[in-house]
């Protein structure tokens, strides 16, 4: 077998799965979907502690709140309902954008141009994503969720910022519940 990039995670993955116990197909045990950034070096499970089973982690670039986060919240608000019984209180959903992200370039409209043409990407959408101020986009995000008739009652929303230089995350927007 050719070595490739993948090869010593293989190899780590095989120690990893010497001691696995399996997690069953259950709600999360931490009640919480984390929404971050696809940027390698954050990681909310290393981040924030996180064990298998504990939390749902969607990641795409940014962190951003799309219509497809939207819709995944949403089925997983159905499921918590439909196959784990769950009534009231559902799940939190933490947002967590941070400094340096790299859709920040996308604020520039020639980069963002650039971007587009090379990916095949919108503009509209691109800049949609840009994260330059993580403080200011988070608050838009959570409202963006708290605001959206997808997101079920019983579903809390909170908006976090990591710091990449110090490894703290800082809430920046207190959880609340969407549609109160």
């Known amino acids: 077998m050719t070595a490739t990039r993948m090869t010593p995670l293989l190899e780590r993955n095989r ?13 999360p ?9 696809l ?7 290393i981040t924030l502690g996180l064990r298998l089973g504990e939390a749902v982690v969607i990641r795409n ?25 769950m009534t009231d209180r559902l799940f939190e959903v933490a947002v967590v954008h941070h400094p340096q992200c790299g859709t920040g370039f996308l604020a520039d409209p020639e980069f963002r141009r650039e971007a587009a043409e ?6 509209a959408h691109l800049e949609a994503v ?3 101020d993580p403080y200011s986009t988070v608050k838009i995000d959570v409202g963006r969720l708290l605001e959206s008739p997808r997101i079920s009652p019983g579903i ?12 703290l995350v800082t809430t920046i927007v207190e959880a609340r519940e969407a549609h109160v």
Do not use: M, W
Request: proline share 5%; with cysteine.
């Open 15 to 27: 120690q990893f799965a010497q001691d696995h116990t399996p997690v069953p197909l259950a709600a």
């Open 29 to 37: 045990t931490a009640g919480l979907v984390v929404v971050s950034c």
């Open 39 to 45: 940027d390698h070096r954050i990681n909310p499970s």
């Open 61 to 85: 670039a940014g962190g951003r709140v799309t219509p497809s986060v939207v819709e995944d919240i949403a089925y997983l608000a159905f499921l918590a309902r439909k196959v784990f019984g």
């Open 118 to 123: 090379a990916t095949g990407v919108s503009e």
């Open 130 to 132: 840009q994260v330059a």
């Open 156 to 167: 809390t929303v909170s908006g976090h910022v990591y710091d990449v230089e110090t490894g």
